[in-house]
């Protein structure tokens, strides 16, 4: 998908032409099926151009791809924020509301030409209701649109920015990665790792320096009503608030020992990584700050549908050290989350919980439907699936094949915490005194560009799903030897077709097409994602038929 999306992009227009997607020339040469119709393939469309474009992009094709939902869209105002011509023609969009998820979005020029929605109301409503979605908007499908009054409009502000870092004085090299960014991930991902232990926030306090400062500070917000900040507000510093016979010191917390005091007070937290926003405003060889935008869950439980979200931003301080970099200083804010950016977080925290329905079976059959139990967040999203019935993760395993699921590793999560204070980068003051600083010298710990992958998420792209660690749904019929013989027949039959069927959409033999759906516990759409994320490192022999 990427090799069709570097032919269909023009970096000196920063135009992006994936009109009729589904006929790349790439595509039906290797007998591949690409529907952009279909949420989860849009959405990984989308990220893979925010990944190549950098998330610069002034215009998006995506004309003749016979889309019909809007949910997938949504993605392209988080991705593209300065997005100013967006191309939705000959797609079967029948309803206005499927784009209110767009709303505020600050395109100038939309076409949704020979849509449905364009013939199912009066020219006149549907130019007045597609400016309200869109009050930026002066060309709406090829003609121009009289000017809007936009005094009063409530305008969306993008969900993600994107992360910002400085360049090093010593010279850009395009070809090698800026080797700040590497720091400041990989230190924020162990971080973060380590705060969000179920048990204790006893690791993190090697990251702190001797005589580190922690303040915490936390308010409401009149446009979010909802939820309670009571574990935060009592400790919360605030110079405008604190009474004049209060010790104003009393709420920052010196030394290492008291920042763990107060760090064990607060809730436990499990951090959303794809909702983090980065910025490094200063950084020399001496001292290096680090802003965090981002949204966390308060007491995390992945058995509860409805987890309570919280906005955080987290200001730090890195000062260098004897084996690496400490926080010397550490600010951080609580706040309520949106509406929308908690609906962006529970569908990252999003689980699969098969339920099983009541079985029906005649003479000769057995048949088994295993449906997903969706919060009410999610209940739009299409994703409820009948899937045949799995059979044990060490039935289909073979040795001589690497696994095709993302890696979820915990001796790497386990090694990765055990020493925080890597020797990331040893001194940055005599990085700049050489002219083409090698990329291994950057960070110790990484042995390759995998691990990195592997262990700092937030080195991926922007769009990031957690991929859980499902155990395989085990048979446990108790009816007759006949009707078991007969299920297990289905069972099989079922496998082949969704085999054969993945052969076919991802272009790889059937031994390689069973080996990625047997390590996603045959999740047909997980097994997408993870070929879609993986495909590089696929090895040719994978698609010998």
């Known amino acids: 998908m990427m090799e069709a999306m570097v032919t269909r992009y023009n970096p000196s227009t920063k135009i992006l032409d994936l009109s009729q997607f589904y006929t790349c020339s790439l595509f039906t040469n290797n007998q591949l099926f690409v529907p952009l119709n279909r949420p989860a393939v849009l959405l990984a469309a989308l990220n893979m151009a925010a990944q190549y474009t950098k998330h610069d992009l002034c215009c998006l094709n995506l004309s003749k791809n016979y889309i019909y939902l809007g949910e997938g869209l949504t993605w392209i105002r988080r991705l593209f924020p300065e997005l100013k011509v967006l191309d939705l023609a000959d797609n079967k969009l029948s309803d206005l509301n499927e784009l209110r998820s767009l709303s505020g979005y600050s395109v100038e020029v939309l076409n949704l030409f020979r849509n449905p929605v364009c013939n199912s109301m009066d020219k006149e409503c549907y130019r007045r209701d597609v400016q ?234 057995l048949q088994t439907t295993i449906q997903d139990t969706l919060p009410d967040v999610l209940s739009t999203l299409d994703f409820k699936t009948s899937i045949p019935k799995c059979p044990s993760s060490t039935s289909f395993l073979s040795k001589e094949l690497p696994p095709l699921s993302l890696p979820t590793n915990p001796q790497q999560t386990s090694a990765c915490q055990t020493n925080f204070q890597t020797s990331v980068i040893q001194n940055l003051q005599s990085s700049h005194q050489q002219q083409n600083p090698p990329a291994s010298a950057t960070v110790g710990i990484l042995l390759n560009s995998q691990e990195l992958n592997s262990s700092c998420p937030m080195s991926n792209s922007k769009l990031s799903f957690p991929v859980n660690n499902t155990k395989p749904i085990e048979s446990d019929f108790t009816t007759s030897t006949k009707m078991h013989s007969s299920s297990n027949i289905d069972n099989t039959n079922n496998e082949l077709l969704m085999i054969k069927r993945f052969s076919n959409e991802t272009g790889m033999n059937n031994k390689w097409s069973k080996k990625c759906l047997v390590d996603n516990n045959w999740d047909f759409a997980k097994a997408t994602l993870c070929y879609s994320k993986l495909k590089p490192n696929i090895p040719s022999i994978a698609y010998k038929h």
């Open 132 to 365: 309200k979605l869109f009050p930026m908007l002066i060309k709406l499908d090829n003609l121009n649109l009289p000017s809007l009054d936009i005094v009063g409009t409530k305008l969306k502000m993008p969900i993600n920015l994107g992360n910002s870092y400085p360049i090093l004085q010593y010279g850009c090299n395009l070809i090698q990665s800026n080797p700040l960014i590497t720091l400041v991930e990989l230190f924020l991902t162990k971080y973060y790792k380590q705060y969000d232990d179920t048990m204790s926030r006893q690791m993190v306090l090697e990251a702190y320096h001797e005589n580190a400062t922690f303040s915490l500070s936390s308010c409401l917000l009149k446009t979010c009503n909802q939820g309670s900040l009571a574990d935060y507000l009592p400790k919360s510093r605030n110079l405008l608030t604190i009474g004049l016979n209060k010790n104003i010191n009393s709420f920052i917390h010196k030394g290492k020992a008291n920042i763990l005091s107060i760090l064990e007070k607060l809730p436990k937290t499990k951090h959303d990584f794809g909702s983090f926003i980065i910025d490094v405003p200063f950084a020399s060889s001496t001292i290096i700050q680090v802003v965090v935008n981002g949204v966390f869950a308060e007491e995390y439980n992945e058995n509860h549908n409805h987890q309570v979200f919280r906005s955080f931003c987290r200001t730090f301080s890195l000062v260098p050290a004897v084996n690496g970099w400490v926080i010397l200083s550490d600010m951080m804010l609580v706040t309520l989350v949106s509406s929308e950016l908690s609906a962006e977080s529970t569908k990252r925290f999003y689980i699969f919980k098969p339920t099983m329905m009541n079985n029906t079976y005649n003479r000769t059959s």
